[in-house]
């Protein structure tokens, strides 16, 4: 196959600047253009002809580039020169994506306030599966971990696409509340105060206590703050912290002695729990506890003669946005 000189010699090379000046001059000389408007214009009419010559360059390499390996013997034809031009693009981005998703690990510190929205929902999602690999550990033993990240992956897509989201931190006011802050997650500085300060269970205190001996980081130390809401936010705002305080409110759930707790545990732990109806009824709160008995055809759970249970139970979660 020959190579085409004006695009380097590769079959997907593009041209340099120079060469691209190169062809200019070829196509007009600087003293042709006249007044600046007038260049302007020429430069422009030069940039479309320029686009269009390279875009023919470089279909008419690929094709060749095509017939080559089509020629090759299909053993000899190995890695991306063995897929198709749409199943070696496909490749090509998932590699450069997973490079995107690298980079904002080592870049943005999961532990210190971050409120740039993600430049798009699948880097976050990257950067947010590792946060989530980072929250598991402080579990308490014998929790199912891969469901729990499962859980929490759901909650941060539905809470703000991952933080991508572009409404993510931007607070306001709503008819259900207040909306936009709380991170990834969407975490209520009401919700935060009843779950990690107020009336953690014993397993919360347990992961609370972990995290100030492993990090340094001593939530308890907001209840003596002057300003707790904003120290409340600040935290939420990192990635950890927001992606830890939601688990904490499961985990709240799940070890409840009450009937919502023991709700929670057999949903949990049946065949057929799934992630939307458990955030519903456990985290975002738009269902009552007792519709686990209807998910599980199991009629021993039942509703409060006194109205909604859910409005009693400590762990309720009011609705968020999605």
């Known amino acids: 196959m020959a190579d085409n000189m004006f695009l380097g010699g590769g079959p997907f090379s593009t041209p340099t600047t120079e060469e691209l000046e190169t062809l200019y001059r070829k196509q007009i000389g600087v003293e042709d253009f006249g007044g600046v408007s007038e260049a302007i214009k020429e430069k422009k009419l030069l940039d479309e002809e320029v686009k269009q010559q390279v875009k023919e360059l470089e279909e008419q390499n690929n ?37 995107a998703g690298q980079n904002l690990i080592e870049t943005v510190d999961m532990f210190k306030p971050y409120t740039k929205p993600f430049e798009s929902k699948e880097i976050g999602k990257i950067y947010t599966s590792n946060v989530i690999d980072n929250v598991l550990p402080y579990l308490p033993e014998g929790i199912d971990k891969n469901k729990f990240k499962s859980l929490l992956m759901h909650g941060a897509d539905k809470e703000s696409t991952y933080g991508h989201d572009a409404q993510t931190y ?8 207040t909306v936009g802050h709380g991170g990834i997650q969407q975490v209520t500085t009401s919700g935060f105060k009843l779950n990690l300060l107020d009336n953690p269970s014993e397993e919360a205190k347990k992961m609370i206590f972990n995290l100030k001996e492993k990090t340094g ?15 409340i936010q600040r935290f939420l705002e990192t990635p950890f912290g927001s992606n830890f305080a939601a688990s904490i409110f499961y985990i709240n759930n799940l070890t409840n002695p009450g009937e919502s707790g023991e709700a929670a545990r057999k949903l949990f732990n049946s065949d057929k729990y799934n992630e939307k109806d458990f955030r519903d009824i456990f985290y975002k709160g738009s269902k009552k506890y007792d519709e686990v008995s209807k998910i599980l055809k199991d009629d021993k759970i039942k ?6 249970m859910i409005e009693k139970d400590p762990y309720k979660r009011q609705p968020r946005f999605i």
């Open 63 to 99: 094709r060749e580039f095509i017939e080559q390996l089509k020629k090759e013997e299909p053993e000899k034809q190995t890695g991306i020169a063995s897929l198709n031009v749409n199943d070696r693009k496909k490749m090509l981005e998932s590699v450069m994506l997973d490079e």
């Open 170 to 177: 931007t607070f306001r006011k709503t008819k259900k509340g």
């Open 217 to 231: 980081i001593d939530i308890n130390k907001i209840k003596d703050s002057k300003t707790p809401n904003s120290d």
């Open 303 to 308: 509703e409060s003669k006194t109205g909604g």
